[in-house]
T-cell receptor, first 110, second 118 residues
Framework: QKEVEQDPGPLSVPEGAIVSLNCTYS??????FMWYRQYSRKGPELLMY????GNKEDGRFTAQVDKSSKYISLFIRDSQPSDSATYLC??????????FGTGTSLTVIP | KAGVTQTPRYLIKTRGQQVTLSCSPI?????VSWYQQTPGQGLQFLFE???????NKGNFPGRFSGRQFSNSRSEMNVSTLELGDSALYLC?????????????????FGPGTRLTVL
């Protein structure tokens, strides 16, 4: 069983829609949960991280962690064409090991 | 400020050969971490170097190795290449360690080196 599972999509939404991206994980020891955005032919960029359970908001982006369900989500409000990219979730326990989802491809249609 | 640079950007090798990839971090960054990205497995952590010492290592065979120089530039070496080693190899730098880079939002990736093994 993989440490983290992510729906690969692809996901296609109209501009202005709310997007929900999700990952599930298996090891309850994970404490830090990250989201990366990767544009085509570019390296990933760190969007945000969350520690333990709860929500974290940064502009149009909200990261949510439910440790009881081992489920993490990234919500994008008022999606824009510039949000079209692949989004990767990532997890770490103590900072020594890192595990990434395979990524969800998102297209926002103008 | 220049970003993370990786050379070469593209590389073609044959099975059994070895390859060395280079990563130059952002000036002042002491941590360099390496990753392998493939369509099937996604992004996987290889290892992290900080101040010339390997700090963390992912689950990859010993054919994958690296080192870091005193100027923080890092190289990754793969020996006895296999077809499955074909991937995009990414490095990232941060000022004070991989975990710190994530917590402070100061982790930056390079564009990657596309390795094809024939």
């Amino acid at each position: 069983q993989k440490e983290v599972e992510q729906d690969p999509g692809p996901l296609s939404v109209p501009e202005g829609a709310i997007v929900s991206l999700n990952c599930t994980y298996s090891n309850s020891a994970f404490q830090y949960f990250m989201w990366y955005r990767q544009y085509s032919r570019k390296g990933p960029e760190l969007l945000m991280y969350t520690y333990s359970s709860g929500n974290k908001e940064d502009g149009r982006f909200t990261a949510q962690v439910d440790k009881s369900s081992k489920y993490i989500s990234l919500f994008i409000r008022d999606s824009q064409p510039s949000d079209s990219a692949t989004y990767l979730c990532a997890l770490t326990n103590t900072g020594n090991q890192f595990y990434f989802g395979t990524g969800t491809s998102l297209t926002v249609i103008p | 400020k220049a970003g993370v640079t990786q050379t070469p950007r593209y590389l073609i090798k044959t099975r059994g050969q070895q390859v060395t990839l280079s990563c130059s971090p952002i000036s002042g960054h002491r941590s360099v971490s390496w990753y392998q990205q493939t369509p099937g497995q996604g992004l996987q952590f290889l290892f992290e170097y900080f101040s010339e010492t390997q700090r963390n290592k992912g689950n990859f065979p010993g054919r994958f190795s690296g080192r870091q120089f005193s100027n923080s530039r890092s190289e990754m070496n793969v020996s006895t290449l296999e077809l499955g080693d074909s991937a995009l190899y990414l490095c990232a730098s941060s000022p004070d360690g991989l975990a710190g880079g994530i917590l402070r939002g100061t982790q930056y990736f390079g564009p990657g080196t596309r390795l094809t093994v024939l």
